[in-house]
């Protein structure tokens, strides 16, 4: 059976298609955060087969596979890559309703002209048909990124990170501009000192520098976001449950900093502590460089010990939490503004229940400086998919600027999730057309379409302002 994926998938009306073919589909793709490696971009990586490009790192299907009943062996054990890919595809049709149908089914159809339904009886042709155009060169890393018209890729990149593959991929020549971005999350686990000492002398050896006081701690990360900035960086991000909003002065900070280099765990009061002050640190460089700061909040991570324990973080095992957001992410913010070191910031919810908290935090600190200098994320994690994207646009429209978003990005570790700024756009389309179709916004064609080019790639574009290569580079607009 051929697949649903008609041309006017998630279009209902005429007001929407005529937005999403003329407006939307033609924009490039600014993918502003993503987990893909640097490594494999830099090599131009060959994949070997479906499983390798559709299936390996990727822990959205992975959850469906356990769900599934399908033994681990199958998913991250020592089965075959084929075997794995068997199990995945009598997966699917289990997936009805869930994000994972729409975006599977997209992937192969987008990227290896696949229209059948993905099933058991499907699987095998399926196999065959997308290995052979997986051999092919232009299914290489660079060929997928200009098929995609990918303007530019942002990492996700640990300070203690060499950034070796950062500097080989810019002397390639290669249209996707590929910056990295500085995650230092190691810094604040100062709970696990056999993590943190071992991440500290990395840290030293990467910046040539001793971090045996505190003083010098901090040198190390000032001189590898000058390093950052240097390859180009200009955006930082954090993953936290919450912000951090305890007082701590930096003697507090050193004393605690050096009974965990002396092998003694930070109590949890004390790991708020020392974190909220590197938070501010980080705030403080990110404001002098003009940076962009992201805040990931509301993540509960790894929950099944015994998952962990064989298989480590990142497998699969996290959920969203239930953390209190308003008062923490409120002081922090507040702490930067009146020291003016308040960067433009990103903040990400992982709780739907959050969405207005966060919509309307960052109105409060919108001072006028830049359009959006505080921007309501898209939909991260457990909700970037058709509900919750469809959530934070609908809450960022009623409590902000929806003209200003800086619109989808991937988040992803795979090269087929180009397919979620599709869906992401003809959602959006859906919901303006829908809106004009009902008489809530007015029937003019060139403000509705300017409304979704700004989404889809301007405001990226002009927000984050990296330098892309000349084809994929706009004019500024003037502001009045």
Known sequence: MKTFITENFLLETETARDLYFNEAQPQPIYDYHCHLSPKQIAENYRFRNLYDI??????????????????????????SDFEKYQAFVRTVPYTLRNPLYHWSHLELLRYFGVD???N??????IWKQVNAQLAEPEFAVHGILEKNRVAVVVTTDDPADSLEYHQQIRGQGIKTRVYPAFRPDAALKVDQPAAFNAWCEKLAAVANSGVSTF????????????FFHEQGCRLSDHGLESCLATECDEHQAAHIFNRVRANHAATPEETRQFGTYLMLYFGHLDAARGWTKQLHLGALRNNNTRQRQALGPDTGFDSIGDFSQAAALGWYLNRLDSNGDLPKMVLYNNNPNDNYVLATMAGNFQDGSIPGKIQF????????????MTWQINALSNLGLLRRFVG?????????????????????????GNDVEKG??????????????????ENAHHYFNLELAPEYTIEKPKTT
């Open 120 to 125: 058991e009886a499907s699987g095998e042709a």
């Open 408 to 432: 989808m990005l991937t988040d992803s570790r795979s090269f087929l999730s180009y397919t979620r700024h599709e869906y992401f756009r003809r959602l959006l389309c859906n919901l303006i």
């Open 377 to 388: 994320g898209s939909g991260w994690w457990f909700l970037d998919q058709l509900e919750g």
């Open 215 to 226: 003083p010098e701690f901090l040198d190390a990360l000032k001189q590898r976001h000058d």
């Open 116 to 118: 059948d339904l993905i």
């Open 54 to 79: 559709w299936l390996a790192g990727d822990h959205y299907k992975w959850r469906a596979l356990r769900a599934n009943g399908i033994a681990e062996r199958f998913i991250t054990g020592d089965a």
């Open 440 to 457: 809530l916004l007015p029937r003019d064609m060139k403000l509705m379409g300017a409304l979704v080019r700004e989404i889809c790639y």
